[in-house]
């Protein structure tokens, strides 16, 4: 069946560091979402991007959306440590529902 | 507040006992879901709602009975449960189903489920 890969699961940065999180499709998406949870939270819908090659910026943050529309990455800027949490992606084949990544979870030190 | 609320927040129960997780939304959704979400395998889709009907089970074992009585109101009927299913429930609702369209879902604090 379709899965989304998500890569690193882990990553640990010294606070003012960039931090990215990418994302790949075994086939293509019609839109792609991410999402952040933070600990002992629920996953907050972030941005969604739906065109090929799209990139959205929300302050620190970049999303891209690959030209074959199979792959996506999350960069921070600047890493704060309100920051924390683990950040997913979730890919839609225009289906029934969402298909989840296992998400990256990232940690900063002050 | 995310307009998708989860009762209870905390549950324990033995594997013997009969319990409901309940979810409401009042974003006027008409699509619901219900995700597992554990260490191992995070944000398992369980079950899809599309106005009241369920499009889809994710081969989830019959232990866990979804029950749709309104697009705003999701229940999970759960008994017999086994360890392995103690994790966190979680319920999103979005506008519709992704087949309509983009559709960021709106989840609940969730419900942090422990079998004894």
């Known amino acids: 069946g379709q899965q989304v890969m998500q890569i690193p699961q882990y990553q640990h940065v010294q606070e003012g560091e960039d931090f990215t999180t990418y994302c790949n499709s075994s086939t293509t998406l019609s839109n792609i979402q991410w999402y952040k949870q933070r600990p002992g939270g629920h996953p907050v819908f972030l941005i969604q991007l739906v065109k090929s090659g799209e990139v959205k910026k929300q302050k620190r943050l970049t999303f891209q959306f690959g030209e074959a529309k199979k792959n996506s990455s999350l960069h921070i800027t600047a890493t704060q440590t309100t920051d924390v949490g683990t950040y997913f992606c979730a890919g839609d084949q225009a289906g029934t529902a969402l298909i989840f990544g296992k998400g990256t979870t990232l940690s900063v030190s002050s | 507040e995310t307009g998708v609320t989860q009762t209870p927040r905390h549950l324990v129960m033995g594997m013997t006992n009969k319990k409901s997780l309940k979810c409401e939304q009042h974003l006027g959704h008409n699509a619901m879901y219900w995700y597992k979400q554990s260490a191992k395998k995070p944000l398992e889709l369980m079950f899809v709602y599309s106005l009241e009907e369920r499009v889809e089970n994710n081969s989830v074992p019959s232990r866990f009975s979804p029950e749709c009585p309104n697009s705003s109101h999701l229940f999970l009927h759960l008994h017999t449960l086994q360890p392995e299913d103690s994790a966190l429930y979680l319920c999103?609702?979005?506008?519709?189903?992704?087949?309509?369209?983009?559709?960021?879902?709106?989840f609940g604090d969730g419900t942090r489920l422990s079998i004894l």
């Open positions: 999103a609702s979005s506008q519709t189903l992704p087949v309509r369209g983009p559709q960021p879902q709106h």
